[in-house]
Each structure stands twice: as C-alpha cells, then as structure tokens.
C-alpha cells in the first residue's frame, strides 16, 4: 500500500545565470526576461509551478537581475495609464504577474553552480519537499510534467527527478540516469546518476530536464558536496549520493516525459518556441501561420 508524505508548496526557480549564448541581448538583460512571444521565460516557468500547487516561489537571482523583481511587482504608475484609458486588456495582463504567486528573492553571492544554488534555498525551504525549476526549460502547460512529479513524491517520498529520452550522441549534453522499470509505465527507479557523461560510459540515454522535487536531505549533502564537473557544485553529484543510498532520504524516482518542451537557453531552439508557440495562439495563430506557410513556400526558395 502506497505510503502518504508531506504536501510540496515550494518551489525554488535558480535564476542568476549570465545568459552568455544570448550575448550581447543579455548584456544588461537578464536571460530569464528574454519574451517569448509577448511574456518573459521566467513567467512561464512561475505559472507552470502554480499550476501545479506550489505558490510560495523562491528565486535565487544574482547581479543585474532586478527586472526580475519589477516584473513581478506592482507598476502603479503603468496600471494607472491604462485604467484612464479604459483598456482593461492590457491592465490585466500587466497586473497577472503581480498576483501569480507569493515571490520570494536571494542572491547566490558566487556563481558556484547549480548545486549552489539550490543550497541558497536552504533556509527558506526548511525541512520541507521542494520543486526546482530551471528557467531555460519551458514545458508547455498542456502536459503537467510538474504535477506528476508532485503525485511521485507524495506516493513514493524521496526524491524525483524529470527524465526525457534522447539520441546517445546527444547525452554528454545532460546528467544522466541509470534507471529501472516499475509498476507504472512513466515512472522509472534511478539507481544511479553521472553529470554529462560521454556517450560510450553512459548508462541510459534518459537525459535529466530541468524539474526536480527534492527531499530536503538533500541540503546536508551539497554543504558537503565538493565541486565537480566544471569546477561547479553539482546538484547531479548530490542526487547520485540520494541514490545510493535510500537511508538519507529516500529513494530517488524518475517521471519519463514525452511531451513539448522548449529549451530557450539554446538560441535555435528559442526560435522554434517562438514559433510553435505564436501558431498556436487563438489571437496571432491564423495570421501568423498564413505568413509562415508564404514565406516557407515562396520567400525560403529564393534564399
């Protein structure tokens, strides 16, 4: 019989990266406020982790991230524009990422990597469960990845990590799992995890994608965990350690995913996103799909 474990209401979003493959627009921009279509990467990731019940989110930002925090905070002087002129449109969509959740801000000091900066969240997570989001990894809300993830957890306990199977010449781009299968078909045992190994001493070719939901055990081991690949604290190396050994903090599980996901740290796949995500808008789709096929058909023969 499944066991009961404690509600996950947090979630922690790592956003203090430099953004150097969008340079020089993330020169002065944060990475993370880069549109896609007509809102910041970062408001979808907050509205993916709502969607899945977690409401209380921490981001851990770093120097010239404050857009961060104006985006999510109140502009009065702009709702006040908008309201005199009457367009209620506009004033809602504006007033949307102010009411989204409950944010909550601190500054990783030193770019130490991601294992870093999850231990950052460590005082205001406590010794609760907690999601963790990567911003550059959208997942399109039609496939509630996040929330399966959250029903893992609370079956299982432990540990749970995203999963998504690529080409092996493609897995020394991503941590990787060793995994086993289980009673349910989109949930995987992980025995074992290796950061970017080469596709020769890869153990699957199930990559990790940017979602997590972490035992809270998990903090102990990163104050203790020595930097790994790129002279960076890995939050890889520290799950590898929850997967040794159940008695931490128990087991770590994998949720295989085979929906839409859009990397917007690589800057082709952020034009895909663009793309895909514009021709399925009820407002811009028609139009803009009418273009694309002109300019795919007729304006691409001439190039």
């Excluded at 020595?226 to 903090?249: F, H, N, S, V």
Aim: glycine share 8%; hydrophobic share 40%.
């Amino acid at each position: 019989m499944s066991q009961s474990h404690p509600r996950i209401s947090k979630a922690v979003i790592p956003a203090a990266g430099l953004g150097t493959r969008f340079l020089p627009a993330t020169k002065a921009t944060p990475k993370e406020m880069l549109p896609v279509v007509d809102k910041p990467a970062i408001q979808y990731v907050v509205e993916e982790a709502v969607a899945a019940g977690l409401d209380d989110v921490l981001m851990v930002t770093g120097r010239n991230k404050r857009p961060l925090e104006d985006h999510f905070d109140r502009n009065y002087e702009l709702e006040s524009a908008l309201e005199k002129k009457g367009d209620a449109e506009r004033l809602a969509k504006v007033q949307e990422s102010s009411d989204l959740a409950t944010l909550h801000y601190v500054r990783q000091g030193d770019p130490k990597g991601l294992g870093h900066a999850v231990l950052c969240a460590a005082p205001h997570v406590g010794d609760e469960p907690f999601a963790v989001l990567l911003g550059d990894d959208l997942i399109d809300p039609r496939d509630p990845l996040l929330r399966r993830m959250v029903e893992v957890q609370e079956q299982h306990g432990g540990s749970v990590v995203a999963l998504m199977e690529v080409a092996p010449e493609q897995i020394h781009l991503y941590g990787c799992a060793a995994v086993e299968t289980t009673e349910d078909s989109d949930v995987v045992k992980v025995g074992g995890l290796v950061e970017k190994p080469d596709a020769a001493d890869a153990p699957s070719n199930y990559a990790i994608i940017g979602r997590y939901v972490l035992d809270p055990h998990i903090f102990d081991i990163l104050r203790r965990t020595e930097p790994g690949r790129g002279g960076e604290i890995q939050l890889t190396d520290a799950l590898q350690q929850l997967a040794a050994d159940e008695k931490i903090g128990g087991p770590v599980h994998g949720v295989v995913f085979k929906g839409r996901r859009y990397d917007t740290g690589d800057r082709g796949d952020y034009l895909r996103a663009i793309v895909r995500l514009a021709c399925e808008r009820e407002d811009l789709g028609p139009d803009f799909r009418t273009w694309l096929r002109r300019y795919v058909t007729e304006e691409m023969q001439q190039l």
